[in-house]
Nanobody, 112 residues
Framework: EVQLVESGGGLVQPGGSLRLSCAAS????????NAWVRQAPGKGLEWVSE????????TYADSVKGRFTISRDNAQNTLFLLMESLKPEDTGVYFC?????WGQGTQVTVSS
């Protein structure tokens, strides 16, 4: 059974950093494009970033460009999202997504 498990969320002050991880079982991240999406309180889903399976190229939403970095460790079969210079508007539940599978999400709260 495919499972994606996110971790690394928490409470951080504005300007701080967090690194999210997503571990997969029964699925190889490198075989698919991988993405992070988020959902702010009371709002819909927002695509955040994606990494291409073939060449590892990355794309980002304008709202996070220059602050977030998506990466993948093929040996560990883990997807990462490094989030820096965090803002209160980055608050939300962050999900990893690949091959139409979703994790359960990890809460990120940016507040002083």
């Amino acid at each position: 059974e495919v499972q994606l498990v996110e971790s690394g969320g928490g409470l951080v002050q504005p300007g701080g950093s967090l690194r999210l991880s997503c571990a997969a079982s029964d699925l190889t991240f490198a075989s698919y494009n991988n993405a992070w999406v988020r959902q702010a309180p009371g709002k819909g889903l927002e695509w955040v970033s994606e990494i291409n399976r073939d060449d590892g190229s990355t794309t980002y939403a304008d709202s996070v460009k220059g602050r977030f970095t998506i990466s993948r460790d093929n040996a560990q079969n883990t997807l990462f999202l490094l989030m820096e210079s965090l803002k209160p508007e980055d608050t939300g539940v962050y999900f990893c997504l690949t091959a139409a599978y979703w994790g359960q999400g990890t809460q990120v709260t940016v507040s002083s």
